[in-house]
Structures are given as C-alpha cells and as structure tokens.
C-alpha cells in the first residue's frame, strides 16, 4: 500500500499546478508529459514509454487525488471519502493475487482495464480508501512551508511530518533563525 500512496504523492506533485518550495509550479505539458508520468511513477526503469493518451488520463487522476490530498488536510474526510468513491467507481477499482518473478503473492489492485493509466489510477484510488478508511488519514498532507503545496505521506514514526521535501523544512528553518536573528539585534 505504501508504494501505492507514494505513487498518488508522486503524480500529484508532478502533474498538477501550483507552488513548489518557494516558486510556482508548471506541470509539464506536451511532448514532455508522457516522460514526466513515466518518471513519476515507481519502477519506471523496465517500463516501456508511456502513451500521450494514458499520460492525460494520469493528469486527470492527479487531479483527482489532489483533491482528496487538499480534503484530508482541510479536516473534511467526508469529502475526500468522496472524492476516492468517485475514482473507484470510474476505475472499477478490483483486487487481484498477482506474483511477479520469485516473489510471493501479493494483492495488486486493477481497473477495468488492464491500462498503465487506468491500473494506476485504480491502485492510488485503493490505497488512499484504505488509508482513509483506517488510523493512516492524518498522516496524508500537504506541505506548511509558505509557498508550496506540494502533498506528502506522513512515515514518520510520531507523525509530525509538516513539509513535502527536506527543502521546505530546511526554508521554514532558515526563515525562523533569520527572524530571531533580527529580533535579538
């Protein structure tokens, strides 16, 4: 589940718009975007390129869980349950025993079609409703550094995790020691 949720956090914040670590941020386009979903998604290495068309799709669902990203952190579960039941359904999302080389099973979630877009859209969907569903909905974020809404998954054993990147952190950081800084002097 965890690659799962750290898909839907890669496709978020590489396929939507927004602001990222201090400056806006454009989400690639054209040419550029089936590169750009190919690189956000894990295991892209033995991956063939990705499709223009499943690329789009992908953007859509990014857009999709950015909104349950943007729900979760706004304390409104109700609605991002939603907003996961809608990508669900449209998915039709299923479990499925699949065993990949000499790895043990493991249950893999599929769409209605076999597609990269719609099996990884499928999957994001599955692993937030699970997440959601479960005492992991708090850890599910969106960044508190000024300028940056750029979405994370909270792994930290105490779950205080408040930035998207060890950059944020590190600006929040430095803005605070600059302002006590001028305040002493």
């Known amino acids: 589940m965890l690659t799962l949720l750290d898909a839907a956090v890669s496709l978020v914040n590489t396929l939507t718009d927004g602001s990222r670590q201090g400056r806006p941020y454009t989400a ?40 349950v990203f943007d729900a979760v952190d706004a304390d409104r579960t109700d609605q991002a349950a939603e907003h996961v039941n809608v990508l669900l359904r449209a998915t039709g999302a299923r479990p ?15 769409g209605a079609e076999d597609t990269l877009a719609v099996g990884w859209s499928a999957g994001c969907a ?11 909905a708090g850890r599910l974020g969106v960044c508190t550094a000024p300028q940056c809404d750029r979405v994370y998954v ?29 305040s002493m002097g």
């Open 28 to 67: 690639p386009r054209g040419d550029r975007l089936p590169q750009a979903v190919h690189d956000a998604l894990p295991l892209a290495a033995g991956r063939p390129g990705v499709e223009p068309a499943h690329a789009a799709y992908l953007v859509h669902t990014a857009q999709q869980l950015r909104a």
């Open 154 to 182: 909270d792994n930290s054993r105490n779950a205080v995790r408040h930035f998207c990147s060890n950059a944020c952190r590190g600006r929040v950081k430095a803005a605070a020691f600059r302002a006590r800084q001028a």
């Open 126 to 136: 599955t692993a937030l409703a699970l997440a959601i569903g479960s005492n992991l």
């Open 96 to 110: 499925q025993l699949d065993r990949v080389d000499d790895e043990p099973w493991q249950v893999h979630f599929h």
